[in-house]
T-cell receptor
């Protein structure tokens, strides 16, 4: 069956460290993958897109990798800050799918001062 | 720009009652989506629309209907609410197709959500 897995347990890290979140999928062939941030009581907010033909994307303190052989994406936040505390969702997009997304359940990140 | 707005923010229904959730976007986006989010599960697509007058089923469409009479509005209806429909509902909109190249990110813009409880 098709599955997207993100760590269900919260990730607790110290301020200034690098946070690494994992997104694994099975039985999908995504054309692209997106990462979203969701704060409690609010809708998700888009962070980054990476396409199937790209290995790595960066945006300020954020870095995403995409390994279609391992069927995995890693999401890194460098020099993390307490303001980065949120739930992070990965989402797979299929080619020609009207931008329909399949979301993972998300990983909660807590950055402690 | 207000972005994507949803009405109402909260609602409590009794089993069997009906209601309509309204989503509005002011970004002139072609594509609009309705999701539900339940604890421990990812956002699941209920229905979506790729343009005014069009709708299509998503992953979990049963018990819901939608309409897109105007480009900026996407309505989600529950004809006979059931406790299993207790959830947080999110509307989203996006520009058109994300190709292998190009500048479109396929970003979906989400509304603030509607928390629905069915007793």
């Amino acid at each position: 069956s098709q599955k997207i897995e993100q760590n269900s347990e919260a990730l607790n890290i110290q301020e200034g460290k690098t946070a690494t979140l994992t997104c694994n999928y099975t039985n999908y062939s995504p054309a692209y993958l997106q990462w979203y941030r969701q704060d409690p009581g609010r809708g998700p907010v888009f962070l980054l897109l990476i396409r199937e033909n790209e290995k790595e994307k960066r945006k300020e303190r954020l870095k995403v990798t995409f390994d279609t052989t391992l069927k995995q994406s890693l999401f890194h936040i460098t020099a993390s800050q307490p303001a980065d505390s949120a739930t992070y969702l990965c989402a797979l997009g299929v080619s020609g799918g009207y931008n329909k997304l399949i979301f993972g359940a998300g990983t909660r990140l807590a950055v402690h001062p | 720009n207000a972005g994507v707005t949803q009405t109402p923010k909260f609602r409590v229904l009794k089993t069997g009652q009906s209601m309509t959730l309204l989503c509005a976007q002011d970004m002139n986006h072609e594509y609009m989506y309705w999701y539900r989010q339940d604890p421990g599960m990812g956002l699941r697509l209920i229905h979506y629309s790729v343009g005014e007058g069009t709708t299509a089923k998503g992953e979990v469409p049963d018990g819901y209907n939608v309409s897109r009479l105007k480009k900026q509005n996407f309505l989600l209806g529950l004809e006979s609410a059931a406790p299993s429909q207790t959830s947080v509902y999110f509307c989203a909109s996006s520009l058109t197709y994300v190709g292998l190249a190009g500048s479109f990110s396929g970003e979906q813009f989400f509304g603030p959500g509607t928390r629905l409880t069915v007793l």
